[in-house]
């Protein structure tokens, strides 16, 4: 895994990278970088750019929430749960502020009894974006992301979101027991909060006046906090699911297995994930992913009464298929991992020019991350140059 770019110090060069990135943004929006960017699982070029955006001056929070320390700048929105499906909510203006987002303002509707909801479909489908770029392509809507390419092979996936104070949910979630994260991790995701996505639940006759509750920054830390035999395992069953059971609507996505492996480590010691218990742990996860696309649920790792399969599309057919294959790999053993391309071509085929390519790609990976973090930490906010941050002598003594 090592080999494959899956080693300790690249990642953490990776997550420093984004976060440096993430934080040179120059406009209002509060930018977060999201996916396996920001675990450090992919190379620069390997996935899409996953961002998510947090428009200023807009807060959500719980409808019997008595909250009045709010700048008079800031639209304070109440978030009503009971009104829609699990891990979802209504958004009721309760105040606007001086300063109103345009995307606010365009995602007002009448809720009928005088007051206005805010419609996600309204505010996804006018987001004001901004100018395109020359060589920027924009795709597609994808449920609350807006994908854009640029050049043709820098793809990024953006969503714009509002932050929600939901003490109420996170402390539901901090009091479970559990053997894992420790204390202090419990009460950093706490201190992240929440975000609302503008998405409905896809099977709800009001999905467009639904929005969906997210805990991304919480749900990093999480992951970034896992030992390294975990995060093999969640990115082997990511390459069971991309080479052997190849979804073509996304049935089973990254996200879900992402909720597999969270789940079996709170539930699991940590001292019982090592580096010789790989298999029997990635055996563990193909038992559960089994169960999941047998039975058609799961439970949201942050709100469990939410069953993040509940819209996956799996039919009968494709499950019993699924369900068959993934039997028949539990019952090869440990030569289960053969199954998996690039481990089969690591392994098998190029052990030995697989070790010179992972050192040298290794390097130049470095080098890209290296020169992407000096460029992101000599643009000011208003994306120029800052002259006085560039200090020649510094360079030239990296340099030797």
Known sequence: MYLLGYGAEIRRKRIEVYKISDSSMSNDLTCITTGSKSEGLTSFLESDHDRMYVLPHVVCVDDNSHET??????????????????????????????????????????????????DSDLFISKFPTGERQ???????????????????????????????NCPSILQRWAERPRLWPPLE?????????????????????????????CFNTGETELMNNLSDTQLNIYVLLKMVVKCVLKPSRKEVTSYVLKNIVLWQAELNSPTLFHEKSLLHWFHDGLAKLRTVVSTKHLAYYMIPERNIMAASGLEGDQQRCWENVITAMMDEGPRIILRLHRIRLAVIAYPDQLLFYSKLRTELEMLQLEDLKRSFQLI????????????????METNG
């Open 134 to 164: 020359p060589e920027e392509v924009c795709h597609e809507r994808a449920g609350p992301s807006l994908p854009h390419s640029f050049l043709g092979s820098l793809h990024s996936d953006r969503v714009f979101t509002l932050k929600y």
């Open 69 to 118: 320390a709010t700048p008079d700048d800031t639209t304070v929105i109440k978030v009503n749960n009971c009104l829609a499906h699990a891990g979802h909510c209504k958004l009721h203006v309760w105040n606007l502020g001086t300063i109103v987002p345009s995307a606010i303002m365009n995602a007002l509707c009448d809720d009928g009894n005088g007051g206005h909801l805010l």
């Open 185 to 213: 991790v419990v009460s950093k995701v706490v201190s992240f909060g929440a975000f609302v996505a503008p998405v409905g639940f896809k099977e709800s006759s009001h999905r467009h006046l639904e929005w969906r509750i």
């Open 380 to 395: 000011d906010t208003s994306w120029r140059v800052d002259e006085h941050r560039f200090d020649p002598a510094a360079v």
